[in-house]
């Protein structure tokens, strides 16, 4: 069983950042995939960014390409999301996530395994 839990969300101006951050439970860290998700009411939840278990390999929706940074820390069981240039429509209910068989593409919200309660992010205008 694997527990996250995030932290960091809050309310920003556009083209400000925030930095989110999930820290997870567990002796198998670095064995896991982890994923950010954005949901936002009446919608499906969808893929933001993704980090294979060593944090060699980084995916992103294009949307957040080159605004949008996700790192690791195995040594902490942390994950991190930098966002920077945020726009009101990267408002949003963030979710992190972990797959247990590690797949470095997991884009789809089946391909993950646990997931955190999620954290608000609110870009005014």
């Known amino acids: 069983q694997v527990q996250l839990e995030e932290s960091g969300g809050g309310l920003v101006q556009a083209g400000g950042s925030l930095r989110l951050s999930c820290a997870a439970s567990?002796?198998?860290?670095?064995?896991?995939?982890m994923g950010w998700f954005r949901q936002t009411p009446g919608k499906e939840r969808e893929f933001v960014a993704a980090?294979?278990?060593?944090?060699?390999?980084?995916q992103y929706d294009d949307s957040v390409k080159g605004r949008f940074t996700i790192s690791r820390d195995n040594a902490e069981n942390t994950v991190t999301l930098q966002m920077n240039s945020l726009k009101p429509e990267d408002s949003a209910v963030y979710y992190c996530?972990?797959?247990?068989?590690?797949?470095?593409?997991?884009?789809?919200?089946?391909?993950?395994?646990?997931w955190g309660q999620g954290t608000q992010v609110t870009v005014s205008s």
């Open positions: 996530a972990a797959a247990v068989r590690n797949i470095w593409n997991a884009r789809r919200p089946d391909e993950y395994d646990y």
């Open positions: 567990g002796r198998t860290f670095i064995a896991y995939t």
């Open positions: 980090i294979e278990g060593r944090g060699y390999i980084t």
